[in-house]
């Protein structure tokens, strides 16, 4: 059975402090690692799809990298606007759904 | 539409009540999930449309959660005799079949309570 793993639970920041999220995973063979963000009171917003180790992207201040067994989600510089629980996901080959670790509940403080 | 709409977006039931939560996936998509998310936990994997077809439906919790999708498009998840423990997020997510770069695109969900 896939299993996800995310540490920490929360995350306070002040503004400007860098940081990183960790994604650890257990899967039969992966397919694709996903970053989702979730606000209050919505829906996970995709981010980032990583297929293989070694891979990186980046968007804005999020870096997202995955090796064989987890995946970081590296925060540079964060601004308030940041604050939300950031969703890791895994899916196996020949596989369709999306496994979900419980998420990092991110603050960052003015 | 732009966007997975779903409804209604709140949802208050009596235990016991029957209650039917609606989602309007991207018009194209080909791939629908529903998933339930808890409070403070991930999203949990219930079922699988690909088009009209239900194929996978192992994440249902009991044989009172039903969901169809029989025109390929708009879908329903039926919850049969609620119980306080089907208090929960109820989240849809489309996506065109095997394209991965742009992941699923989530509907806000549906919050239901159930009294």
């Known amino acids: 059975e896939d299993q996800v793993t995310q540490s920490p639970e929360a995350l306070r920041l002040q503004e400007g402090e860098s940081s990183s999220l960790n994604c650890s995973y257990t899967v039969s063979g992966l397919r694709g690692l996903f970053w989702y963000r979730q606000d209050p009171g919505k829906g996970p917003e995709f981010l980032f799809t990583?297929?293989?180790a070694g891979e990186e992207k980046e968007k804005e201040r999020l870096k997202a990298t995955l090796t064989k067994k987890e995946s970081f989600l590296h925060i540079t510089a964060p601004k308030p606007e940041d604050s939300a629980t950031y969703l890791c996901?895994?899916?196996?080959?020949?596989?369709?759904?999306?496994?979900f670790g419980a998420g990092t509940t991110v603050t960052v403080r003015a | 539409g732009a966007g997975v709409s779903q409804s209604p977006r709140y949802k208050v039931a009596k235990r016991g009540q029957d209650v039917a939560l609606r989602c309007d996936p991207i018009?194209?998509?080909?791939?629908l999930f529903w998933y339930q998310q808890a409070l403070g936990q991930g999203p949990e994997f219930l079922t699988y449309f690909q088009n009209e077809a239900q194929l996978d439906k192992s994440g249902l919790p009991s044989d009172r959660f039903f969901a169809e999708r029989p025109e390929g498009s708009v879908s329903t998840l039926k919850i049969q005799r609620t119980q306080q423990e089907d208090s929960a997020v109820y989240l849809c997510a489309s996506s065109h079949r095997g394209f991965l770069d742009y992941g699923y695109t989530f509907g806000s969900g549906t919050r239901l309570t159930v009294v």
């Open positions: 018009s194209g998509h080909v791939s």
């Open positions: 996901a895994v899916q196996a080959v020949n596989d369709y759904k999306l496994s």
């Open positions: 990583l297929y293989s």
